[in-house]
T-cell receptor, first 113, second 111 residues
Framework: DAGITQSPRHKVTETGTPVTLRCHQT?????MYWYRQDPGHGLRLIHY???????DKGEVSDGYSVSRSKTEDFLLTLESATSSQTSVYFC????????????FGQGTRLTVV | GESVGLHLPTLSVQEGDNSIINCAYS??????FIWYKQESGKGPQFIID?????DKRQGQRVTVLLNKTVKHLSLQIAATQPGDSAVYFC??????????FGAGTRLFVKA
Protein backbone atom coordinates (compact mmCIF):
# COMPACT_ATOMS: atom_id res chain seq x y z
CA ASP A 1 0.00 0.00 0.00
CA ALA A 2 2.51 2.57 -1.22
CA GLY A 3 4.50 2.61 2.02
CA ILE A 4 1.77 3.91 4.29
CA THR A 5 1.29 2.53 7.77
CA GLN A 6 -1.60 3.46 10.01
CA SER A 7 -1.66 2.71 13.71
CA PRO A 8 -3.54 1.44 15.52
CA ARG A 9 -5.62 -0.59 13.06
CA HIS A 10 -8.47 -0.97 15.54
CA LYS A 11 -9.36 0.99 18.64
CA VAL A 12 -12.26 1.15 21.06
CA THR A 13 -12.39 4.20 23.28
CA GLU A 14 -14.82 5.85 25.65
CA THR A 15 -16.74 9.04 25.00
CA GLY A 16 -14.86 12.09 26.16
CA THR A 17 -11.37 10.64 25.94
CA PRO A 18 -8.68 11.97 23.59
CA VAL A 19 -7.51 9.65 20.84
CA THR A 20 -4.55 9.95 18.49
CA LEU A 21 -4.20 8.07 15.23
CA ARG A 22 -0.87 7.89 13.46
CA CYS A 23 0.02 7.76 9.81
CA HIS A 24 3.57 7.01 8.73
CA GLN A 25 4.81 7.11 5.13
CA THR A 26 8.06 6.00 3.57
CA UNK A 27 7.43 7.59 0.14
CA UNK A 28 8.58 11.13 1.00
CA UNK A 29 5.36 12.54 -0.48
CA UNK A 30 4.69 16.16 0.32
CA UNK A 31 0.94 15.91 0.86
CA MET A 32 -0.82 13.87 3.52
CA TYR A 33 -4.52 13.59 4.30
CA TRP A 34 -6.92 12.19 6.82
CA TYR A 35 -10.31 10.97 5.65
CA ARG A 36 -13.22 9.29 7.36
CA GLN A 37 -15.43 6.71 5.71
CA ASP A 38 -18.97 6.07 6.85
CA PRO A 39 -21.69 3.82 5.39
CA GLY A 40 -23.59 5.52 2.61
CA HIS A 41 -21.05 8.31 2.33
CA GLY A 42 -18.03 8.81 0.18
CA LEU A 43 -14.70 9.49 1.81
CA ARG A 44 -14.74 12.87 3.51
CA LEU A 45 -11.67 14.96 4.08
CA ILE A 46 -10.93 15.87 7.71
CA HIS A 47 -7.59 17.65 7.49
CA TYR A 48 -4.65 17.71 5.15
CA UNK A 49 -1.02 18.76 5.19
CA UNK A 50 1.05 20.30 2.42
CA UNK A 51 4.34 20.21 4.27
CA UNK A 52 5.94 19.97 7.69
CA UNK A 53 3.93 22.11 10.10
CA UNK A 54 1.62 23.17 7.23
CA UNK A 55 -1.91 21.91 7.67
CA ASP A 56 -5.42 22.98 6.78
CA LYS A 57 -9.01 21.97 7.41
CA GLY A 58 -11.12 19.75 5.23
CA GLU A 59 -14.90 19.54 5.05
CA VAL A 60 -15.46 17.69 8.36
CA SER A 61 -12.75 19.08 10.64
CA ASP A 62 -14.81 19.92 13.75
CA GLY A 63 -13.61 17.92 16.76
CA TYR A 64 -10.33 16.94 15.09
CA SER A 65 -6.84 18.37 15.10
CA VAL A 66 -3.68 17.31 13.28
CA SER A 67 0.04 17.74 13.51
CA ARG A 68 2.92 17.11 11.17
CA SER A 69 6.33 17.56 12.74
CA LYS A 70 8.14 15.36 10.22
CA THR A 71 7.58 14.67 6.55
CA GLU A 72 6.81 11.03 7.23
CA ASP A 73 4.33 11.37 10.11
CA PHE A 74 0.85 12.86 10.22
CA LEU A 75 -1.14 12.57 13.44
CA LEU A 76 -4.89 12.90 13.82
CA THR A 77 -6.23 13.72 17.28
CA LEU A 78 -9.81 13.51 18.43
CA GLU A 79 -9.74 15.99 21.25
CA SER A 80 -12.75 14.53 23.10
CA ALA A 81 -14.15 11.52 21.30
CA THR A 82 -17.89 11.34 20.61
CA SER A 83 -20.02 8.50 19.28
CA SER A 84 -20.46 10.39 16.00
CA GLN A 85 -16.73 9.95 15.44
CA THR A 86 -17.10 6.19 15.26
CA SER A 87 -15.82 5.54 11.76
CA VAL A 88 -13.07 4.11 9.64
CA TYR A 89 -10.23 6.57 9.21
CA PHE A 90 -7.92 6.54 6.23
CA CYS A 91 -4.65 8.29 5.74
CA UNK A 92 -3.61 9.15 2.20
CA UNK A 93 -0.52 10.62 0.57
CA UNK A 94 0.15 12.27 -2.76
CA UNK A 95 2.89 14.09 -4.62
CA UNK A 96 0.78 16.63 -6.46
CA UNK A 97 -1.98 17.64 -4.11
CA UNK A 98 -5.46 16.32 -4.70
CA UNK A 99 -5.32 17.25 -8.37
CA UNK A 100 -3.10 14.20 -8.62
CA UNK A 101 -3.24 10.63 -7.55
CA UNK A 102 -3.53 9.77 -3.86
CA UNK A 103 -2.51 6.49 -2.23
CA PHE A 104 -4.36 5.23 0.82
CA GLY A 105 -3.39 3.36 3.95
CA GLN A 106 -5.22 0.31 5.29
CA GLY A 107 -7.45 2.26 7.60
CA THR A 108 -8.12 2.50 11.33
CA ARG A 109 -11.46 1.34 12.66
CA LEU A 110 -12.38 3.52 15.63
CA THR A 111 -15.32 2.78 17.88
CA VAL A 112 -16.39 5.32 20.49
CA VAL A 113 -18.60 3.82 23.19
CA GLY B 1 -23.61 21.93 -3.43
CA GLU B 2 -21.30 19.77 -5.46
CA SER B 3 -22.02 16.10 -5.60
CA VAL B 4 -20.73 12.84 -6.97
CA GLY B 5 -23.15 9.97 -7.27
CA LEU B 6 -23.15 6.43 -8.51
CA HIS B 7 -26.18 5.07 -10.25
CA LEU B 8 -26.31 1.68 -8.53
CA PRO B 9 -25.26 0.77 -4.99
CA THR B 10 -24.76 -2.86 -6.05
CA LEU B 11 -24.03 -4.66 -9.30
CA SER B 12 -24.02 -8.40 -9.85
CA VAL B 13 -22.37 -9.91 -12.93
CA GLN B 14 -21.49 -13.36 -14.17
CA GLU B 15 -17.85 -14.32 -14.23
CA GLY B 16 -16.44 -13.62 -17.67
CA ASP B 17 -18.97 -10.91 -18.49
CA ASN B 18 -18.10 -7.23 -18.77
CA SER B 19 -19.00 -4.88 -15.91
CA ILE B 20 -19.94 -1.24 -16.22
CA ILE B 21 -19.98 1.01 -13.18
CA ASN B 22 -21.23 4.56 -13.52
CA CYS B 23 -20.61 7.84 -11.79
CA ALA B 24 -22.24 11.24 -12.23
CA TYR B 25 -20.82 14.54 -11.06
CA SER B 26 -22.27 17.99 -10.79
CA UNK B 27 -19.40 20.45 -11.23
CA UNK B 28 -18.54 21.18 -14.84
CA UNK B 29 -15.17 22.60 -13.69
CA UNK B 30 -14.05 19.12 -12.58
CA UNK B 31 -10.80 18.28 -14.28
CA UNK B 32 -9.40 15.08 -12.80
CA PHE B 33 -11.17 11.80 -12.23
CA ILE B 34 -10.03 8.62 -10.52
CA TRP B 35 -11.54 5.20 -10.04
CA TYR B 36 -10.68 3.30 -6.88
CA LYS B 37 -11.28 -0.29 -5.84
CA GLN B 38 -11.77 -1.12 -2.17
CA GLU B 39 -11.74 -4.68 -0.91
CA SER B 40 -13.19 -5.55 2.45
CA GLY B 41 -11.02 -4.38 5.33
CA LYS B 42 -8.57 -2.57 3.06
CA GLY B 43 -7.90 0.94 1.90
CA PRO B 44 -8.93 2.25 -1.52
CA GLN B 45 -6.62 1.16 -4.31
CA PHE B 46 -6.04 3.15 -7.49
CA ILE B 47 -7.39 1.56 -10.66
CA ILE B 48 -7.27 4.18 -13.39
CA ASP B 49 -7.51 7.94 -13.83
CA UNK B 50 -8.39 10.38 -16.56
CA UNK B 51 -8.08 14.12 -17.06
CA UNK B 52 -10.71 16.32 -18.59
CA UNK B 53 -8.79 16.75 -21.85
CA UNK B 54 -9.45 13.08 -22.64
CA ASP B 55 -12.66 11.11 -23.11
CA LYS B 56 -11.29 7.58 -22.90
CA ARG B 57 -8.39 5.83 -21.27
CA GLN B 58 -7.55 2.16 -21.16
CA GLY B 59 -5.63 0.07 -18.70
CA GLN B 60 -5.28 -3.63 -18.21
CA ARG B 61 -8.86 -5.00 -18.52
CA VAL B 62 -10.25 -1.62 -17.47
CA THR B 63 -11.45 1.37 -19.46
CA VAL B 64 -12.65 4.71 -18.18
CA LEU B 65 -14.99 6.81 -20.30
CA LEU B 66 -15.62 10.47 -19.61
CA ASN B 67 -18.57 12.37 -21.05
CA LYS B 68 -18.15 15.98 -20.02
CA THR B 69 -21.30 17.06 -21.82
CA VAL B 70 -23.54 15.11 -19.46
CA LYS B 71 -21.01 15.02 -16.60
CA HIS B 72 -20.79 11.26 -16.54
CA LEU B 73 -17.95 8.87 -15.90
CA SER B 74 -17.92 5.12 -16.29
CA LEU B 75 -15.58 2.26 -15.47
CA GLN B 76 -15.67 -0.79 -17.67
CA ILE B 77 -14.10 -4.04 -16.51
CA ALA B 78 -13.59 -6.64 -19.21
CA ALA B 79 -13.97 -10.38 -18.51
CA THR B 80 -14.88 -9.83 -14.86
CA GLN B 81 -13.20 -12.22 -12.45
CA PRO B 82 -14.02 -13.24 -8.86
CA GLY B 83 -11.05 -11.16 -7.71
CA ASP B 84 -12.82 -8.08 -9.05
CA SER B 85 -15.44 -8.35 -6.33
CA ALA B 86 -15.12 -5.16 -4.30
CA VAL B 87 -16.56 -1.70 -3.84
CA TYR B 88 -15.71 0.70 -6.65
CA PHE B 89 -15.95 4.44 -6.33
CA CYS B 90 -15.03 7.45 -8.33
CA UNK B 91 -13.28 10.55 -7.10
CA UNK B 92 -13.71 13.88 -8.83
CA UNK B 93 -11.33 16.80 -8.41
CA UNK B 94 -12.22 20.37 -9.24
CA UNK B 95 -8.78 21.80 -8.57
CA UNK B 96 -6.71 22.32 -5.47
CA UNK B 97 -7.81 20.22 -2.51
CA UNK B 98 -11.41 19.92 -3.57
CA UNK B 99 -11.96 16.24 -4.30
CA UNK B 100 -15.35 14.62 -3.85
CA PHE B 101 -15.73 10.87 -3.53
CA GLY B 102 -18.76 8.87 -4.53
CA ALA B 103 -20.29 6.45 -2.04
CA GLY B 104 -19.39 3.40 -4.09
CA THR B 105 -20.91 0.51 -6.03
CA ARG B 106 -20.44 -2.98 -4.64
CA LEU B 107 -19.62 -5.42 -7.43
CA PHE B 108 -20.54 -9.06 -6.92
CA VAL B 109 -19.10 -11.61 -9.35
CA LYS B 110 -21.03 -14.85 -9.70
CA ALA B 111 -19.06 -17.95 -10.56
Amino acid sequence: DAGITQSPRHKVTETGTPVTLRCHQTENHRYMYWYRQDPGHGLRLIHYSYGVKDTDKGEVSDGYSVSRSKTEDFLLTLESATSSQTSVYFCAISEQGLSGLAFFGQGTRLTVV
Amino acid sequence: GESVGLHLPTLSVQEGDNSIINCAYSNSASDYFIWYKQESGKGPQFIIDIRSNMDKRQGQRVTVLLNKTVKHLSLQIAATQPGDSAVYFCAVNTGGFKTIFGAGTRLFVKA
